[in-house]
């Protein structure tokens, strides 16, 4: 099984509103990983999180809060969001970090709108 | 920096057709991924390589890892109009934990 799943599939939020997403894997991965990813374009890496601690941030604006309650769960905290970060958000997983077990398997993604 | 270059960014081709695409880089490669990607879905993995020259199969898909480690390429046979998609090359050079992805092809198949 190389599932990865998220929930919600669609959001539309308001820009004072404050919402979550979810993301699950069930293959014992000890790295996930959050991206953003706008129409056309390669996901562009937010975080990264190896054995359940932020191990990389590239430099996210604050809006976005990232949390990993166990090594199956990733949930990502919006508040406060602006319209231009509307986009495809990916969540992916690896057995571990690094090139020979670094090997990533997406989620179907939330496509989140900002009005 | 580490970029991976993919062009043409479109290619167009009758079903039936065998294409293929290749990614390239300036820096040494340890670890070479192909997706695909359909509108509004996440990325699926289609091939994983792992050493130089390697040569991996998955189905109508096949996959090498250049042996100077700066280029991979992936061909599809015989194509069908769900083959259509966006097939991004990806890659590890060992540096960080950072994978880092090619700017992507949009295949379309006409019937």
Redesign the interface.
């Known amino acids: 099984d ?1 599932e ?1 799943t ?1 929930t919600p599939k669609h959001l539309v939020m308001g820009m004072t509103n404050k919402k979550s997403l979810k993301c699950e894997q069930h293959m014992g991965h000890r ?1 996930m990983y959050w991206y953003k990813q706008k129409a ?4 562009e ?1 937010m975080f ?1 999180y ?1 054995y359940e601690k932020l ?2 941030n590239e430099s996210v604006p604050s809006r976005f809060s990232p949390e990993c309650p166990n090594s199956s769960l990733l949930n990502l905290h919006l508040h406060a969001l602006q319209p231009e970060d509307s986009a ?1 958000y ?1 969540c ?1 997983s690896s057995p571990s ?4 077990s ?8 939330t ?1 989140l709108l900002v009005l | 920096g580490q970029q991976l270059n993919q062009n043409p960014q479109s290619m167009f081709i009758q079903e039936g057709e065998d294409v293929s695409m290749n990614c390239t880089s300036s820096s040494i490669f ?2 070479w ?1 192909w ?1 695909k990607q359909d509108p ?6 289609l091939i ?1 390589l ?1 050493k130089a020259g390697e040569l991996t199969s998955n189905g109508r898909l096949t996959a090498q890892f250049g042996i100077t480690r700066k280029d991979s390429f992936l061909n599809i046979s015989a194509s069908i109009p769900s083959d259509v998609g ?1 097939y ?1 090359c ?1 890659g ?3 540096a960080n ?3 880092t ?4 092809i ?1 295949l379309s198949v006409r019937p």
Not at chain 1, 102 to 109: A, H, K, L, R, S
């Open positions: 190389t990865v998220q790295a056309k374009k390669p996901p890496l990264v190896s191990s990389i495809l990916l992916a970090t690094g090139t020979s670094g090997t990533q398997y997406f989620g179907p993604g496509r | 340890n670890t991924l997706y509004g879905e996440g990325p699926v993995l994983a792992y966006i991004f990806a590890y050079t060992g934990s950072k994978l992805f090619g700017k992507g949009t």
